[in-house]
C-alpha cells in the first residue's frame, strides 16, 4: 500500500509514524522555570546527533492552542537541561510525569522522585536515574506544532555498578523504549554484527 501523506489526515500520518520508528529511546528531560519549579517530561521523539562536541536532541509537541509546553519554554529561557535514560526500574514513575499537572506543579514530586544538585547546569538531576547527560542549549529549530531542541551534553552521571571497562552495561541499565499507542518495550535479543570491509577486486 502507499500512503501519500498530503492525502491524510495529521492523525493518520502520525500513526504510521510511529508504528514504523521503532522503538524509539525516550528522553526523561528536567528543567526549571524562572519561579525555580523542577519541571519533568519523558519524550519518545529523540536521539543523539554527535559525538565531538557530544549533542543530542528531542522535539517537544506544543498544547494544542500553540504555545510552548512547560519544557521548551524553560530551556529557552535559561539555556540548560538535563536528560536521563528511562529505564525499566523508572518507567512507571516517568510515565507518571506526562500528567497534565499545572506549571507551578513539579511533576517529579507528583511521581516521588528525588532531585539532586546538577554538576555543572543549574538544573537538577533525578536520583533514581541510573543515566544523566547535563545540557546546555546548542539550538532551537521552530517545527510548526513542535519545538526541536538540540543540547551540547556537558557531562555525564552514570551509577557506578554500569560502567564495565568504560562502556555501559547494557544489561544493567535495562533500557525501556517507546513503540505505538500505550506500548513500551525493553531490550530482547542482542546480536552482533561486524562493519564488512571493501577489497578492491
Do not use: W
Request: charged share 20%; proline share 5%.
Amino acid at each position: 500500500m502507499i500512503f501519500k501523506m498530503n492525502e491524510q489526515t495529521a492523525r493518520d500520518n502520525y500513526k504510521l509514524l510511529i508504528g514504523s520508528v521503532v522503538p524509539r529511546p525516550i528522553a526523561f528531560v528536567t528543567s526549571v522555570s524562572a519561579e525555580g519549579v523542577v519541571n519533568a517530561a519523558p519524550f519518545s521523539y529523540f536521539n543523539i546527533v554527535n559525538n565531538d562536541p557530544p549533542m543530542l536532541m528531542f522535539s517537544c509537541g506544543r498544547h494544542a492552542d500553540g504555545t510552548l509546553k512547560d519544557t521548551a519554554r524553560n530551556i529557552l529561557a535559561n539555556q540548560e537541561f538535563v536528560v536521563h535514560v528511562t529505564d525499566e526500574d523508572n518507567i512507571e514513575a516517568i510515565n507518571h510525569t506526562s500528567i497534565s499537572a499545572p506549571a507551578h506543579i513539579s511533576e517529579l514530586t507528583l511521581a516521588g522522585l528525588t532531585a539532586v544538585p546538577g554538576t555543572t547546569v543549574a538544573v537538577p538531576r533525578v536520583q533514581e536515574s541510573p543515566v544523566a547527560m547535563e545540557c546546555r542549549l546548542a539550538q532551537y529549530v521552530e517545527l510548526g506544532k513542535f519545538d526541536a531542541i538540540i543540547g551540547e551534553v556537558l557531562s555525564f552521571y552514570v551509577r557506578d555498578d554500569l560502567i564495565h571497562n568504560g562502556r555501559i552495561d547494557i544489561s544493567k541499565l535495562k533500557p525501556v523504549s517507546r513503540l505505538a499507542g500505550s506500548s513500551y518495550s525493553a531490550i530482547g535479543r542482542i546480536f552482533d554484527l561486524d562493519r564488512p570491509v571493501y577489497e578492491d577486486q
